[in-house]
């Protein structure tokens, strides 16, 4: 398994536009996407561009969402995951699987619109870590 890029941060909150507002009052972000409902993992999502990878602000769409226990937790919000690209995801889960890592579910499409999966913080040094296909511009 080699490192690839940085692609983002996943951040959770209880309120995407009071988290808009912080990126950009407080933090400077001039280049906030819109947010939009992802149904099927039961999150709102919102990308805010910084100069070197994204932070992805999620927010929960009702209550068996899947941030919501990590909100239960962090009522504030808070890191919630990092996400590195890979350029085939296939191979990339295998490797993680060979290693003894848990891998969470089958590849499956993300915010991104290519194919992503995440590893258990367990096996990842306590940190929840997403794999994510290089997006094909």
């Known amino acids: 398994m080699k490192l690839g890029p940085l692609n983002h941060v996943g951040v959770a909150t209880p ?3 009071d988290s ?6 407080v933090m400077g972000a001039t280049r906030i ?3 939009f409902d992802m ?8 990308f805010v561009d910084a100069p070197n990878c994204q932070i992805e602000l999620i927010e929960p769409l009702g209550e068996d969402s899947p941030i ?3 909100l239960k937790s962090n009522p504030l919000g808070g890191q919630h995951h990092v996400c590195f690209e890979v350029p085939d ?5 295998a490797e993680f699987e060979a290693a003894g890592k ?6 499956r499409i993300g915010a991104h619109g290519t194919l992503i999966f995440f590893v258990h913080p367990k096996d ?3 940190m929840l870590t997403e794999i994510m296909e290089t997006p094909k511009h």
Do not use: N, T, Y
């Not at 808009?20 to 009052?25: C, E, G, L, S, T």
């Open 89 to 93: 995801i296939h191979a990339a889960k």
């Open 68 to 70: 919501q226990g990590f």
């Open 20 to 25: 808009i507002a912080h990126w950009r009052d």
């Open 102 to 107: 848990r891998v969470l579910g089958e590849p």
């Open 15 to 17: 309120s995407i536009a």
């Open 124 to 126: 990842m040094g306590g």
């Open 33 to 35: 996407g819109e947010p």
């Open 39 to 46: 149904p099927a993992q039961g999150v709102k999502v919102c």
